[in-house]
């Protein structure tokens, strides 16, 4: 899920620089939320795993 939104921001970074600001923004958003997602199942698995 990271090296998708690792994938996603260089996607956007490179969109950007060529000017399509709408494909930029969409890579962005959906990097933001696979990030998001990302973080809050590890510290899900983080405290499921010390009980």
């Known amino acids: 899920m990271i090296g998708l939104a690792v994938v996603l921001l260089v996607l956007a970074l490179v969109a950007y620089i ?25 510290v899900i698995s983080f405290l499921y795993g010390r009980f």
Request: glycine residues 12%.
């Open 18 to 42: 060529l000017g399509a600001r709408g494909i930029a923004g969409f890579s962005m958003e959906i990097a933001k939320w696979l990030i998001i997602i990302f973080l809050i199942l590890a």
